[in-house]
Protein backbone atom coordinates (compact mmCIF):
# COMPACT_ATOMS: atom_id res chain seq x y z
CA UNK A 1 0.00 0.00 0.00
CA UNK A 2 1.16 3.34 -0.89
CA UNK A 3 2.23 5.10 2.12
CA UNK A 4 0.79 8.52 1.90
CA UNK A 5 -2.18 7.80 0.08
CA UNK A 6 -4.35 10.49 -1.83
CA UNK A 7 -8.18 10.41 -2.01
CA UNK A 8 -11.21 12.09 -3.53
CA UNK A 9 -14.69 11.75 -1.67
CA UNK A 10 -17.46 12.88 -4.42
CA UNK A 11 -20.85 13.10 -2.11
CA UNK A 12 -23.05 16.22 -2.31
CA UNK A 13 -23.80 16.41 1.53
CA UNK A 14 -21.12 18.75 2.92
CA UNK A 15 -21.25 16.13 6.50
CA UNK A 16 -20.77 12.97 4.86
CA UNK A 17 -18.09 14.16 3.23
CA UNK A 18 -16.41 16.24 6.49
CA UNK A 19 -17.07 12.48 8.12
CA UNK A 20 -15.31 10.69 5.51
CA UNK A 21 -12.38 12.86 5.28
CA UNK A 22 -12.10 13.10 9.13
CA UNK A 23 -11.61 9.11 9.15
CA UNK A 24 -9.49 8.89 6.29
CA UNK A 25 -7.24 11.69 7.58
CA UNK A 26 -7.32 9.13 10.63
CA UNK A 27 -6.66 5.97 9.70
CA UNK A 28 -3.85 7.45 6.52
CA UNK A 29 -1.87 10.00 8.28
CA UNK A 30 -0.71 13.09 6.27
CA UNK A 31 -3.29 11.80 3.48
CA UNK A 32 -3.94 14.33 0.55
CA UNK A 33 -8.27 14.47 0.62
CA UNK A 34 -9.59 15.98 -2.64
CA UNK A 35 -13.69 17.12 -1.80
CA UNK A 36 -16.06 17.76 -4.62
CA UNK A 37 -19.97 17.72 -4.45
CA UNK A 38 -21.00 17.22 -7.92
CA UNK A 39 -19.83 14.80 -10.94
CA UNK A 40 -18.10 17.84 -12.56
CA UNK A 41 -16.05 18.47 -10.01
CA UNK A 42 -15.14 14.84 -9.28
CA UNK A 43 -14.03 14.86 -13.35
CA UNK A 44 -12.27 18.19 -12.55
CA UNK A 45 -10.01 17.06 -9.62
CA UNK A 46 -9.36 13.54 -11.30
CA UNK A 47 -8.44 15.36 -14.59
CA UNK A 48 -5.32 17.21 -11.99
CA UNK A 49 -4.73 14.67 -10.31
CA UNK A 50 -5.34 11.34 -12.37
CA UNK A 51 -2.81 9.29 -10.17
CA UNK A 52 -5.46 9.55 -7.07
CA UNK A 53 -5.08 6.44 -5.06
CA UNK A 54 -9.04 5.77 -4.87
CA UNK A 55 -12.22 7.83 -5.40
CA UNK A 56 -15.29 7.85 -2.73
CA UNK A 57 -18.42 7.90 -4.94
CA UNK A 58 -21.74 8.59 -3.94
CA UNK A 59 -24.16 7.63 -6.96
CA UNK A 60 -26.86 10.05 -5.90
CA UNK A 61 -25.42 13.55 -6.55
CA UNK A 62 -25.90 16.06 -9.41
CA UNK A 63 -24.70 15.34 -12.61
CA UNK A 64 -24.42 11.55 -12.09
CA UNK A 65 -27.53 10.22 -13.97
CA UNK A 66 -26.99 7.02 -11.40
CA UNK A 67 -24.79 4.37 -12.69
CA UNK A 68 -23.86 6.71 -16.00
CA UNK A 69 -21.37 9.23 -13.57
CA UNK A 70 -19.51 5.61 -12.23
CA UNK A 71 -18.99 4.45 -15.64
CA UNK A 72 -18.12 7.69 -17.12
CA UNK A 73 -15.47 8.05 -14.20
CA UNK A 74 -13.94 4.66 -14.89
CA UNK A 75 -14.11 4.56 -18.50
CA UNK A 76 -11.59 8.04 -18.24
CA UNK A 77 -9.86 6.70 -15.87
CA UNK A 78 -9.35 2.73 -15.84
CA UNK A 79 -6.67 2.44 -12.68
CA UNK A 80 -7.86 4.94 -10.39
CA UNK A 81 -10.06 2.13 -8.02
CA UNK A 82 -13.40 3.65 -7.33
CA UNK A 83 -15.05 2.65 -3.93
CA UNK A 84 -19.16 3.46 -4.01
CA UNK A 85 -20.30 4.87 -1.17
CA UNK A 86 -24.25 4.75 -1.26
CA UNK A 87 -27.52 5.21 0.48
CA UNK A 88 -28.74 2.57 -2.26
CA UNK A 89 -29.30 -1.03 -1.10
CA UNK A 90 -30.69 -2.95 -3.63
CA UNK A 91 -28.63 -5.77 -5.56
CA UNK A 92 -29.31 -5.02 -8.63
CA UNK A 93 -27.55 -1.65 -8.25
CA UNK A 94 -24.82 -2.90 -6.29
CA UNK A 95 -23.94 -5.38 -8.69
CA UNK A 96 -24.05 -2.77 -11.60
CA UNK A 97 -21.79 -1.07 -9.97
CA UNK A 98 -19.01 -4.31 -9.89
CA UNK A 99 -20.50 -4.73 -13.42
CA UNK A 100 -19.24 -0.99 -14.32
CA UNK A 101 -15.72 -1.31 -12.71
CA UNK A 102 -16.25 -0.30 -8.99
CA UNK A 103 -13.83 -2.10 -6.32
CA UNK A 104 -16.33 -2.03 -3.40
CA UNK A 105 -19.44 -0.89 -2.68
CA UNK A 106 -20.11 0.25 0.67
CA UNK A 107 -23.49 1.10 2.85
CA UNK A 108 -23.29 5.12 4.20
CA UNK A 109 -24.89 4.02 7.58
CA UNK A 110 -21.71 1.39 8.01
CA UNK A 111 -19.30 2.80 10.28
CA UNK A 112 -16.32 4.90 9.92
CA UNK A 113 -14.50 2.10 10.86
CA UNK A 114 -15.51 0.04 8.76
CA UNK A 115 -15.51 2.45 5.73
CA UNK A 116 -11.98 2.66 6.44
CA UNK A 117 -10.86 -0.60 6.45
CA UNK A 118 -12.31 -1.23 3.20
CA UNK A 119 -10.77 1.18 1.81
CA UNK A 120 -7.41 0.03 3.27
CA UNK A 121 -8.23 -3.69 1.67
CA UNK A 122 -8.67 -1.52 -1.77
CA UNK A 123 -5.43 0.42 -1.28
CA UNK A 124 -4.33 -3.37 -0.99
CA UNK A 125 -5.57 -4.08 -4.41
CA UNK A 126 -8.29 -6.13 -3.15
CA UNK A 127 -12.16 -6.15 -5.04
CA UNK A 128 -14.76 -6.97 -2.91
CA UNK A 129 -17.11 -9.20 -5.16
CA UNK A 130 -21.02 -8.29 -5.90
CA UNK A 131 -24.14 -10.32 -4.69
CA UNK A 132 -24.67 -13.26 -6.09
CA UNK A 133 -28.79 -13.16 -6.22
CA UNK A 134 -30.46 -12.13 -9.35
CA UNK A 135 -29.65 -12.82 -13.20
CA UNK A 136 -26.26 -11.31 -14.73
CA UNK A 137 -26.88 -7.79 -16.11
CA UNK A 138 -25.42 -7.75 -19.11
CA UNK A 139 -26.52 -4.50 -20.68
CA UNK A 140 -24.14 -3.13 -17.86
CA UNK A 141 -21.20 -5.33 -18.92
CA UNK A 142 -21.12 -4.42 -22.31
CA UNK A 143 -21.73 -1.01 -21.44
CA UNK A 144 -18.75 -0.90 -19.57
CA UNK A 145 -16.86 -1.52 -23.03
CA UNK A 146 -18.00 1.73 -23.95
CA UNK A 147 -14.92 4.72 -24.36
CA UNK A 148 -15.32 8.34 -22.20
CA UNK A 149 -16.41 9.78 -25.59
CA UNK A 150 -19.06 7.02 -26.57
CA UNK A 151 -20.47 7.48 -22.42
CA UNK A 152 -20.69 10.97 -23.16
CA UNK A 153 -22.36 10.33 -26.18
CA UNK A 154 -24.43 8.14 -24.74
CA UNK A 155 -25.49 10.51 -21.80
CA UNK A 156 -26.44 13.26 -23.88
CA UNK A 157 -28.73 10.31 -25.86
CA UNK A 158 -30.44 9.96 -22.72
CA UNK A 159 -31.30 13.11 -21.81
CA UNK A 160 -32.97 13.43 -25.63
CA UNK A 161 -30.19 15.50 -27.18
CA UNK A 162 -30.05 14.80 -31.05
CA UNK A 163 -26.71 14.53 -33.25
CA UNK A 164 -26.43 18.29 -33.92
CA UNK A 165 -27.30 19.09 -30.48
CA UNK A 166 -24.75 16.66 -29.39
CA UNK A 167 -22.40 17.83 -31.66
CA UNK A 168 -22.25 21.19 -30.43
CA UNK A 169 -21.86 20.46 -27.06
CA UNK A 170 -18.83 18.36 -27.36
CA UNK A 171 -17.20 20.24 -30.02
CA UNK A 172 -17.18 17.79 -32.55
CA UNK A 173 -18.39 16.94 -36.54
CA UNK A 174 -22.10 15.60 -36.73
CA UNK A 175 -20.67 13.02 -38.61
CA UNK A 176 -18.23 12.40 -36.08
CA UNK A 177 -21.32 12.22 -33.44
CA UNK A 178 -23.11 9.47 -36.12
CA UNK A 179 -19.91 7.00 -36.35
CA UNK A 180 -20.01 7.07 -32.39
CA UNK A 181 -23.64 6.63 -32.15
CA UNK A 182 -22.94 3.55 -34.96
CA UNK A 183 -20.60 2.11 -32.32
CA UNK A 184 -22.47 2.67 -29.41
CA UNK A 185 -25.38 0.74 -30.57
CA UNK A 186 -23.19 -2.12 -31.72
CA UNK A 187 -21.19 -2.38 -28.40
CA UNK A 188 -24.65 -2.52 -26.39
CA UNK A 189 -26.09 -5.39 -28.54
CA UNK A 190 -29.10 -2.80 -29.70
CA UNK A 191 -31.14 -1.97 -32.84
CA UNK A 192 -31.92 1.06 -32.48
CA UNK A 193 -31.44 4.68 -30.81
CA UNK A 194 -34.50 4.26 -29.10
CA UNK A 195 -33.27 1.28 -27.72
CA UNK A 196 -30.42 2.12 -26.03
CA UNK A 197 -32.05 5.04 -24.78
CA UNK A 198 -34.31 2.95 -22.89
CA UNK A 199 -31.62 0.37 -21.81
CA UNK A 200 -29.64 2.87 -20.40
CA UNK A 201 -31.91 4.52 -18.45
CA UNK A 202 -32.28 1.51 -16.76
CA UNK A 203 -28.88 2.50 -15.08
CA UNK A 204 -30.91 5.12 -13.18
CA UNK A 205 -30.94 4.68 -9.52
CA UNK A 206 -34.22 2.92 -7.80
CA UNK A 207 -36.19 6.12 -6.06
CA UNK A 208 -34.78 5.90 -2.56
Known amino acids: MVEVPSFLIADDHPMVRDALASSLGQTFPGARIALAATLAQARAVLEVEPE???VLLDLDMPGMDGLTGLALL????????IIVV??????????????????AYIDKSAALEEIAAIVRAV????????????PVDSFAQRAAQ?????????ALMVHGDQNKQIAYKLGVGEATVKAHVTVILRKLGVRSRTQAVIEARKL?????
Open 146 to 154: LTPQQWRVL
Open 123 to 134: LDGEVFAPPESG
Open 86 to 103: SAVRGATTIRRSFELGAS
Open 52 to 54: TDA
Open 74 to 81: RSEHPTVP
Open 204 to 208: ALPPA
